[in-house]
């Protein structure tokens, strides 16, 4: 038996892309030859939602990377390696790839593994020249893209040969559900045959809902009765400020709806007609795939590894970042064709079938755990 050790900067909720591959991570692996523990350095707004995990979860506080704190922090984190004793540490977000991959390669860690999930905006110029001093410490580093592997080897100069790709995967156990779109519907309170459009992700910049807010007025004007849905929590409450006021500028109130946070995306995801997803910066999106699974059509912008799951024209449309004009042009072209738009979803569908599901995620990650054990002699 394994022992693997998972480091998160913050389980803060379980609508980000990290989080969603921890969970179905942590329900999926082989409890057999693996036991997976989770430590959060930050305390979650609410904790409720780690109990949802198959496997422990535990807080190590670390508010600061220097000072009393963090050197207690320090003295937890090996104590955990050692008393287990771990077998790899895994690492996902700065703070746990730099000060908690250093606390771990010192505490004797055996084997030391980076999840790289987006194209580096998080990061800060210590960052890039910590990622680039630190970056050889890692046996290996996994990324979600060929994107976002492109830029991981480009900015932190790493060898090609320790920089792999593994993709998101989609449960899709979860995905069917008996109703039909009619009932969906009437079970969310959206009555009728009116076009309905979805998004997911959280409120802020990076997700590019204004950009979405201003593709919705040439739709509207279009199709009077469409209605956008936006699934996600508000991050940044600014922005989310900004974003109600253009909606208002653009006389848009009644056709935006946002619940907030949902539970189980894939029911709400089979009563609507199109995706949007319309990212300034993407590494590669679980949204995205959970759309595709659900058998939408899907618009997306070319960020990051968005283009690696939406073929243009085929089972989507993929169009340039901030341009609102062309995504509105492809959702107007999607409704006015129901029997096209049917056709890139099924498309869609059957790709991530045989390509993006959680057990072949899951499989490729413990082919590297069990690769880069037997090449450790452990």
Not at 329 to 336: D, T, V
Request: glycine letters at 8%.
């Amino acid at each position: 038996m394994h022992k693997i050790l998972i480091l998160i900067d913050c389980l803060s909720s379980l609508d980000g892309g990290a989080e969603k591959c921890l969970l179905r991570t942590s329900e999926t692996l082989d409890r057999r030859h693996y036991e997976m523990q989770i430590v959060s350095f930050r305390e979650p707004p609410e904790r409720t939602h780690l109990q949802r995990f198959g496997c422990p979860v535990k807080v190590i506080h670390l508010r600061s990377c220097f000072g009393f704190e963090a050197m207690r922090a320090a003295i937890q984190l090996r104590g955990l390696i050692k008393r287990e004793p771990i077998s790899v540490v895994h690492t996902f977000f700065p703070t746990s790839d730099l000060w908690g991959g250093l606390v771990a390669r010192l505490s004797g860690c055996r084997i030391l593994i980076s999840s790289r999930r987006d194209m580096g905006i998080l990061r800060r110029r210590f960052h890039r020249i910590l990622y680039r001093l630190l970056g050889g410490m890692f046996d290996q580093v996994q990324t979600v893209s060929s994107a976002v592997r492109a830029a991981t080897i480009r900015d932190d100069h790493l060898d090609p040969e320790r920089v792999i790709v593994i993709a998101n995967g989609v449960p899709l156990q979860q995905v069917w559900a008996p109703q039909e779109k009619s009932q969906l519907r009437a079970r969310y309170g959206f009555g009728g045959d009116s076009p309905l459009l979805v998004s997911i992700g959280s409120i802020k910049p990076v997700k590019g809902l204004d950009i979405l807010v201003r593709a919705a007025a040439r739709v509207c004007r279009e199709f009077p009765t469409a209605t956008f849905l936006i699934l996600g929590r508000v991050a940044e409450t600014v922005y989310f400020a900004q974003v109600q006021a253009l909606i208002d500028e653009l006389g848009l109130r009644g056709h935006f709806r946002f619940p907030g946070v949902a539970e189980d995306v894939f029911p709400m995801l089979r009563m609507c007609d199109v995706f949007c997803h319309l990212s300034r910066s993407e590494g590669f999106s679980n949204a995205v795939l959970e759309a595709m699974a659900c058998g939408l059509p899907c618009v997306v912008s070319d960020a990051g590894g968005n283009p690696e799951a939406v073929s243009d024209g085929w089972n989507g449309f993929v169009v340039p970042r901030e341009d609102a004009d062309q995504a509105a042009a492809r959702m107007i072209e999607l409704l006015r064709s129901p029997k096209r738009a049917l056709e890139m979803g099924t498309r869609g569908s059957e790709f991530v079938r045989r390509r993006f599901t959680t057990e072949g995620m899951v499989r490729q990650l413990t082919e590297q755990y069990d690769r880069l054990l037997a090449a450790k002699g452990m």
